[in-house]
């Protein structure tokens, strides 16, 4: 029954699917989640990129801002606080710019150096104009504006241009690269729910298939399991019948022979009784008719003590089949030869009495209803079966005489399945039957051996 245990396969294949579906449940969500925090990651960075740039433009038009409105006051207190608002977004600008050199693309420092020097510059020119006196100032300040600040300021303001360019270059090739790593990710989820589907289609349609066999295999084992049910009955009665036809005849046997023998014993043995007397002839007359009668008496008893368990099976299986078969030649005039081909061990009654009761049900189907001529009975042992064939040249069986076995071959079967063996039989119209049966020879079975000659 091992074969047909499919449970472990489809428990694994269940949990193939369900590992399937599972694993690359949990890696779409981490992968996801990775994605999310990658874009966002990426967003951030160039917002705050943008931000910081802008706040360096603005501050720097805001230090520009502060150094023409200087130039252009010419109260002579006012250089202090210019000083202090030019000093403050010097600084807000030196950590725009430390910001920024944190987040460089690898491999673009050059660029930020350059603006990290143009304004190093700018503020060291801008720087020594707070120190201008009112008259110094009205002087130089608007060739200074038009000279000296606009263009610095202008080249600061270009080269914070091109790091917003290279931070939104960086930023479409850092997207381009989540956006494939994420098509990567659907082409792997792709493959998985293929996979999935796949096996949870293989899976439902194993399980179907072996659900319809189960099915079938149940329907023909009800169909089977009611057909044995009908032939138990039909064996029970039959067996009852025949059990109470055994009975009648055993009843008949006793009656008619046995009790006819005693009675007449009896009154031999009263007439005896009035002549013991007598010295004349009559009295030696009744008392042999009375020991004839004894004698007929103990064969009647001993014919019917071997029809019901022959004592011949004390010597050995093949002295008794060889006695039966002498048996059946002399009774029916069917020539019945019986061939042991190997030693057999000593078997336990069970066996004898199985082998026997087969050999007898075939002799006498074969006689009966073959009307075979020649009956050949051959017996095999090897180390681990007790194998006996029986072959006739009769009539053979009819076609239909699987359905209706009578209860000799139902009984025959039986006994060879009750020691675990098989009963096969081979007929073909005019042909002749052949029955072979199978014993498994058990431990204990095989106590000695013994020749079939010394059998004999």
């Known amino acids: 029954m091992n074969r047909y245990r499919t449970w472990p396969v489809f428990t694994v294949g269940l949990g193939c699917l369900l590992l399937l579906i599972f694993l690359p449940g949990v890696a779409a969500l981490r992968q996801s989640s990775q994605i999310y925090d990658e874009v966002r990651a990426i967003q951030h960075s160039h917002e705050r990129t943008q931000s910081d740039l802008f706040s360096i433009e603005r501050r720097v038009l805001q230090m520009s801002v502060t150094v023409r409105d200087f130039l252009l006051d010419n109260s002579p207190d006012t250089s202090s606080a210019y000083r202090t608002d030019f000093d403050l977004l010097r600084s807000a600008i030196d950590r725009n710019l430390q910001t920024l050199a944190d987040s460089a693309p690898e491999g673009k420092s050059a660029v930020f150096d350059r603006l990290r020097s143009q304004i190093r510059e700018y503020e060291n020119t801008m720087t020594p104009v707070f120190a201008w006196a009112p008259a110094e100032r009205s002087e130089k300040g608007t060739y200074f504006l038009r000279e000296q600040q606009r263009p610095r300021r202008q080249s600061i303001l270009a080269i914070a241009d091109e790091i917003g360019t290279l931070y939104s270059a960086n930023y479409r090739t850092r997207y381009e690269e989540t956006n494939a790593s994420q098509q990567r990710f659907r082409r792997q989820l792709q493959v998985a729910v293929a996979m999935a589907f796949i096996l949870g289609v293989g899976v439902a349609v194993a399980t179907t298939f072996r659900i319809s066999t189960l099915e079938r295999r149940f329907g023909g084992q009800r169909i089977?399991?009611?057909?044995?049910?009908?032939?138990?009955?039909?064996?029970?009665?039959?067996?009852?019948?025949?059990?109470?036809?055994?009975?009648?005849?055993?009843?008949?046997?006793?009656?008619?022979?046995?009790g006819q023998e005693l009675t007449a014993l009896r009154l031999e043995l009263g007439s005896l009784e009035k002549l013991r007397h007598d010295s004349g002839t009559q009295f030696t007359q009744h008392l042999s008719q009375a020991k004839e009668l004894a004698e007929q008496t103990l064969r009647a008893v001993r014919d019917l003590a071997v029809g019901l368990r022959p004592s011949v099976l004390d010597l050995g299986l093949a002295p008794a089949l060889k006695w039966q078969a002498r048996q059946f030649s002399r009774v029916t005039g069917t020539e019945a030869l019986v061939r042991v081909e190997d030693e057999l061990p000593e078997l336990s009654e069970a066996y004898l009495t199985c082998v026997y009761r087969i050999v007898q049900e075939?002799?006498?189907?074969?006689?009966?209803?073959?009307?075979?001529?020649?009956?050949?009975?051959?017996?095999?042992?090897?180390?681990?079966?007790?194998?006996?064939?029986?072959?006739?040249?009769?009539?053979?069986?009819?076609?239909?005489?699987?359905?209706?076995?009578?209860?000799?071959?139902?009984?025959?079967?039986?006994?060879?399945?009750?020691?675990?063996?098989?009963?096969?039989?081979?007929?073909?119209?005019?042909?002749?039957?052949?029955?072979?049966?199978?014993?498994?020879?058990?431990?204990?079975?095989?106590r000695e051996q013994h020749s079939g000659s010394d059998r004999r």
Do not use: C, F, Y
């Open 362 to 446: 075939s002799l006498t189907n074969a006689a009966r209803h073959g009307q075979a001529k020649q009956i050949d009975i051959a017996v095999q042992v090897t180390d681990t079966d007790l194998a006996v064939t029986i072959a006739d040249n009769g009539l053979g069986l009819s076609q239909n005489w699987a359905e209706n076995r009578g209860l000799g071959l139902i009984g025959m079967e039986e006994r060879a399945r009750e020691l675990g063996g098989v009963l096969a039989i081979h007929s073909e119209n005019r042909n002749g039957v052949t029955i072979r049966v199978k014993l498994p020879l058990r431990q204990g079975e095989k």
């Open 224 to 258: 089977a399991t009611e057909q044995a049910e009908r032939e138990l009955r039909s064996l029970s009665a039959r067996l009852m019948n025949a059990q109470e036809e055994e009975r009648r005849t055993i009843s008949r046997e006793l009656h008619d022979e046995v």
